[in-house]
């Protein structure tokens, strides 16, 4: 029983569970509701659909924080990604409802599917920018990243012309807004990503040469490993994951406001990532674990605004939060509580 | 000799737990002068340098300064009694001036002001004493190495300094830095000002010293007028064996014939500045070629330049006959070389990953990352390779880093010959590893060269080289002199070509 208890908790998934479920049931104490699922107009409505549903840009973002942080980077400029992303889409789209021979139909400035292509495709620059810093010229990547994170949301600025840009088109507001099976469109997105990248990092030996990397790029590069590649990619493909967000948030807020698209998410990601039980020192890495940390956020983010903290304070509750989450999963105060509970717990 | 010592250390004793670092150390620095500390790895230089210099606190023993006793215990403590040290990695702010730089921690004030003026034509005459003449408020890492050496020096002896320690300031300088910094050093000797140079260089420690105190394994060998030591001595004192060959020159007996007429890789010219002067070097297969030399003679670097480490600025690299670029390890791989880094922590093992995933590591990155071996294969490979090569351990899911040095060395050997190598370099593959793991891995190494494998066998013991290579090419400051035949020669053969007679 010990034994199989030890092995639990020795999961890298155990902690970030636990705290998800604390969360949960905090939720459940103040709003018997919680979680209650009902299905109206033909789809699950329910708190913990809308957690989902709203914690889907944070995690498509974490995953690609996930692999960045495994290479012992870090990529703070994804927020200004969603902001140079979204204003991409929201402009092309623009939108306008019109009436043609006595119908109203709605006309986009530019075909929907371009404008995506064009928005995912900037964030593959902004992404391609990233690791051209990192990998390329050698710098740190805090730094490194730091520059687009200023530099990016006045190039958002630059698209959207300093308006917000509201969006007049009815099929965009699906991708943020929509259900497929009664089941939230964005969620689909996050299933998609999340099972590329299990498949291509359980499936191929990606996963292998960002974990060598992470932890001896020395010696990766003496095997034979270009971890300058490998590293450029991983920036190029998380900015990426922040430009799929980027559309999901426009989507839903129907509209791309440069100056606020975004703001913080970057913290949240390695927030999430952290959560998920992936060392910031680079290394081994649990996307599993970062989604659960992004859905952590995401609850905690609920339960303030449901409990009714007055919003001036409740970054304040957010941050304690937090705290207490890290200081339970720091492995040595663990170890410290779970020798003392077994000492103190007698037969077991 | 006229003079009085200005510095004496006598006796001195250090041990650190499990290990006597210093065992009745002496040393006299006599002012004017400058004197060589020599030794192999592991002699106690550095540590007869920490206690000099404060850093460490010897057991027992005096130091005597003007015939004062002083124990300084610490780098500034040594450095108001005058004892200044100039230490091998060159510790100045190359984002700062060069006049910041030798002045930075004691600015001279006019008021509340920094005296900028004061400072900089302090700096000047400094560097100028030391026949430099530069621009002393353009950035420090606008110049070149040696001169930030310089600055380094002018620094260490803008504090009424009597004693001068360098440890190792050559060893980043190309040949004409190393001129330019014994320029400088003539000049300080001009004026009264005692040096104690350590290096691993025979050619630089002839071409500067007067006098040269020999260490080994803790111990004071002696003390010698430069004049008056061969180099052949010198190394003698050094290594602690006079001429033996009954004991080293043994040989397996069996002779490896080459296996083909034409050299596997052959190097026309190779070199590149501050790391090694150009050299040839023909491997075949079946054939052991050791690197011979003493510490810093240029082994380490010519493995890097062969393996794509370093760039290469001047000559060819042939495989089979034809002209190859090798730019980085990747494309060294990919014609069949392999490599075992000395320093096996960080550059070779990576630790956190398993022995299972360590072992294909080189293999898979050979394969790209979209030929995955599946799982089953991976572990049916390492378990063949941990038996093949007795490494201990309970399965091959455990972390590499957990396992004792000899048995990740021969984890790392199993790496590369899972790549089905042609070529293996072995950069003190026995570093660190215990007497009876070290004969093992030996005895793999002779193996793999029995199927064909050409093998580049570096060490920094003599004997293991001798035991095991068929030829030997000898470097001495980086420079290849000679090459022999590891059947005929003996360790004072080698060492007489170290040191630059004719063998």
């Given at each position: ?70 290479t ?39 075909p ?87 498949l ?25 490993i ?55 020192a ?15 956020i ?24 937090v ?26 | ?13 250090k ?35 920490k ?36 230490f ?15 002045f ?7 008021g509340?002001?920094?005296?900028w ?84 260089f ?30 052949l ?14 004991g ?55 493995a ?35 490599f ?24 898979q ?12 294969v991976?572990?049916a490979m ?105 059947k ?16």
């Amino acid at each position: 029983m010990k034994a199989t208890l030890l092995k639990l908790t020795r999961s890298h998934l155990f902690w970030p569970c636990v705290t998800l479920v604390l969360l949960c049931l905090v939720n459940v104490h103040f709003n018997p509701g919680f979680f209650n699922i009902e299905i109206k107009d033909g789809h699950l409505y329910g708190s913990v659909i809308d957690i989902l549903n709203r914690a889907a840009p944070l995690m498509l973002i974490a995953m690609g924080m996930t692999l960045v942080i495994a290479t012992r980077g870090i990529d703070i400029s994804v927020g200004a990604t969603v902001a140079i992303a979204g204003a991409v889409a929201a402009s092309l789209i623009g939108g306008s409802l019109v009436i043609k021979e006595g119908v109203q139909t709605y006309v986009s400035n530019t075909p929907m599917p371009l404008a995506f292509a064009a928005a995912l495709f900037v964030a593959l620059l902004c992404g391609l920018w990233n690791g051209l810093l990192v990998a390329g010229a050698g710098m740190q990547p805090i730094v490194a990243t730091l520059i687009l994170m200023v530099a990016g949301r006045g190039v958002a600025q630059l698209i959207t012309e300093g308006q917000i840009v509201t969006v007049y088109y009815e099929p965009f507001f699906f991708i943020g807004n929509g259900f497929i099976f009664g089941i939230p469109v964005s969620l689909y997105i996050v299933a998609a990503v999340l099972g590329v990248l299990l498949l291509l990092t359980q499936r191929t030996a990606l996963g292998l040469f960002i974990e060598s990397v992470g932890i001896n790029p020395v010696a990766s590069r003496f095997s034979g490993i270009s971890a300058r590649a490998l590293v450029f990619w991983v920036y190029a493909f998380c900015s990426v994951t922040a430009g799929i967000a980027a559309l999901i948030i426009t989507s839903n807020v129907k509209s791309a406001d440069a100056n606020n698209a975004g703001l913080l998410l970057e913290l949240d990601a390695i927030l999430a990532v952290a959560l998920g039980g992936t060392s910031l020192a680079g290394g081994r890495f649990y996307l599993i674990g970062t989604l659960v940390g992004a859905l952590i956020i995401q609850t905690l983010t609920y339960a303030i605004y449901s409990l009714g903290v007055p919003p001036e304070i409740n970054m304040v509750v957010k941050a304690i939060v937090v705290f207490g989450v890290c200081i339970i999963q720091s492995p040595a105060l663990r170890d410290l509580l779970l020798k003392h509970a077994l000492r103190s717990g007698g037969p077991a | 000799m006229a003079a009085e010592p200005v510095l004496v250390m006598q006796d001195i004793c250090k041990s650190f737990p499990g290990v006597t670092a210093l065992k009745d150390a002496q040393l006299r620095l006599f002012p004017g002068e400058v004197h060589a500390v020599m030794g192999q790895n592991g002699a106690g230089k550095s540590t007869l340098i920490k206690v000099l210099t404060g850093v460490e606190t010897p057991d027992s023993g005096e130091i005597l300064l003007n015939g004062r006793a002083i124990q300084p215990e610490s780098v500034d403590a040594a450095q108001k009694l005058g004892i200044s040290t100039v230490f091998q990695e060159v510790n100045l702010c190359p984002n700062l001036s060069v006049a910041e730089n030798i002045f930075i921690g004691r600015f001279p004030m006019r008021g509340l002001a920094i005296d900028w003026k004061t400072i900089e034509r302090e700096a000047q005459a400094a560097l100028a004493a030391l026949n430099i003449h530069v621009d002393v408020t353009r950035t420090l890492s606008e110049f070149p190495v040696a001169i930030q050496q310089m600055v380094a020096i002018a620094r260490a002896l803008s504090t009424e300094a009597q004693v001068l320690i360098l440890d190792e300031p050559t060893s980043s300088l190309d040949e004409d830095e190393v001129e330019r910094l014994f320029d400088a050093l003539r000049e300080l000797k001009r004026k009264n000002i005692a040096i104690l140079f350590v290096t691993h260089f025979l050619d630089q420690t002839y071409a500067i010293s007067d006098r040269i105190t020999v260490l080994r394994n803790g111990e004071f060998v002696g003390e010698y007028p430069a004049s008056e030591l061969s180099r052949l001595e010198l190394i003698n004192a050094m290594v602690g064996r006079e001429i033996d060959e009954a004991g080293y020159a043994a040989q397996d007996g069996e002779s490896t014939s080459p296996h083909a007429e034409r050299p596997f890789v052959s190097v026309q010219g190779l070199g590149a500045s501050g790391r090694i002067h150009p050299i040839d070097l023909d491997i075949y297969r079946g054939q052991v070629l050791g690197l011979g030399g003493l510490l810093g003679s240029g082994r380490t670097e010519t493995a890097r330049l062969l393996f794509g480490i370093d760039r290469a600025e001047s000559g060819t690299i042939a495989i089979d006959g034809a002209p190859v670029r090798l730019n980085s390890p990747r494309k060294a791989v990919r014609q069949g070389i392999a490599f075992c880094p000395e320093d096996r922590k960080t550059e070779g093992i990576v630790a956190d990953l398993s022995i299972r995933e360590n072992i294909i590591l080189a293999l898979q990155a050979r394969r790209g990352i979209f030929r995955y071996l599946p799982r089953r294969v991976q572990s049916a490979m390492a378990d063949q390779f941990i038996k093949q090569l007795g490494i201990r351990t309970p399965d091959a899911e455990k972390p590499i880093g957990q396992l004792s040095g000899g048995n990740q060395q021969k984890a790392l050997l199993a790496r590369w010959l899972a790549t089905e190598p042609k070529m293996l370099i072995l950069d003190e593959p026995t570093r660190g590893i215990d007497i009876a793991a070290k004969l093992e891995i030996m005895d793999l190494v002779k193996a793999q060269c029995r199927k064909g494998l050409a093998i580049l066998f570096i060490s920094s013991e003599m004997s293991e080289v001798l035991r095991v290579s068929d030829r030997i090419a000898v470097l001495r400051d980086r420079r290849k002199v000679g090459e022999i035949d590891g059947k005929a020669a003996d360790e004072q053969s080698v060492f007489r070509m170290i040191a630059g007679a004719e063998a």
